[in-house]
């Protein structure tokens, strides 16, 4: 029997949100705008051309805090490939450096010299592992499983989701550490209500990357060793 999942295309997408609002970032990744005014998630993702099961899959995936999820097929990998996309743009272009712009304000206001460069230093080497792990799953993973729906990938012995799958690392990590250095060591600044919501923004980013590497790990990579499976069994 099918699980009954908490949302539905005939659930209005403004509900969605008043429910959860984190789930504002599903939206935004999936590429889906505001004002969609009553209608119902089905006709907000007619609307924009979006593939409805995908997002309901990511959607639910989040809203029921799931460790697993069995796929029935209905996923679109394209379409989960693009949401991924847009959040690694969303987390290089945008969310890091505006949690760097942040801390280097609040960092400013310290009698601690070496400290506040020592802990921009830590950030900004984090953001290049970020940037480095993302950028390869665009230039490689992605084009790989692009080459898949247009039929020409399982031809490269090379690499396959799998080896992919076993060396597939947590990108919130070393965000842990740096929160925890703030928390426990750094002396008082002038700004303690700047220095909070830095804090409070790391929290965030640190859950965000976590539930991203989730959805990488139980929805994506799934669906793309079926699609190999599946080119093999035809092959």
Known sequence: MKNQHRYSANDKMSALI???????????????????GDATIG?????????CPTFLTVVNFIAEERDSIELDGGISVKALMDYLRRAHDYFLGFKLPAIREKLVRALAGSHDAALSAAVIKFYDEYVREV????DYEDKHVFTYVASLLTGDGMD??????????????????????????????????????????????????EADLALHTKIEDYLFIPAI???????KDEG
């Open 43 to 51: 006709e907000v993702c007619a609307r924009n051309g979006i593939d």
């Open 156 to 205: 490269d012995k090379k690499f396959r989701i799998g080896v992919f799958a076993k060396h597939h690392d947590r990108a919130e990590l070393k965000l842990t550490e740096l929160k925890n250095i703030i928390i426990k060591y750094y002396p008082q600044c002038h700004d303690a209500e700047l220095m909070n919501d830095v804090l409070y923004d790391i929290y965030n980013c």
């Open 225 to 231: 060793a079926g699609l190999e499976k599946k080119i």
């Open 131 to 134: 940037y480095e792990h993302m």
């Open 18 to 36: 008043g429910d959860n609002y984190s789930l504002l970032t599903v939206m935004s990744r999936f590429g889906l705008p505001l004002g969609f």
